[in-house]
């Protein structure tokens, strides 16, 4: 099994910036994609940013130019540096990683547990 523990959460005022974080661990043999979802209450989950193994990175039309999505393999953990938070930023946001437990083997999805992020003054 693969447990995603998220952090970086918290109330920020508009303008500032906070950064998230999400650690994978288990038994992970490797880790194709990972990324970021919110969801505002009432709303339906959306993609933040995605970023691929190679470093590629997709972000939201919404947050680009303010939010950086970063990633280092060797601690299979995924960041979010969000800047110029808006109030419509306010959601509560997870993590999501596509993984591979084994050589060859397929691929499986799994989901943090989510950590609150409201933009308000």
């Known amino acids: 099994q693969v447990q995603l523990v998220e952090s970086g959460g918290g109330l920020v005022q508009p303008g500032g910036s906070l950064r998230l974080s999400c650690a994978a661990s288990g038994s992970i043999f490797s880790i194709n994609l990972m990324g970021w979802y919110r969801q505002a209450l009432g709303e339906e989950r959306e993609l933040v940013a995605t970023?691929?193994?190679?470093?590629?990175?997709r972000y939201a039309d919404s947050v680009k130019g303010r939010f950086t999505i970063s990633r280092d393999n060797a601690k299979n953990t995924v960041y979010l540096q969000m800047n110029s938070l808006k109030p419509e930023d306010t959601a509560v946001y997870y993590c999501?990683?596509?993984?591979?437990?084994?050589?060859?083997?397929?691929?499986?999805?799994?989901w943090g547990q989510g950590t609150q992020v409201t933009v308000s003054s």
């Open positions: 970023i691929t193994s190679d470093g590629s990175a």
């Open positions: 999501k990683v596509i993984v591979q437990l084994r050589s060859r083997g397929p691929s499986y999805q799994y």
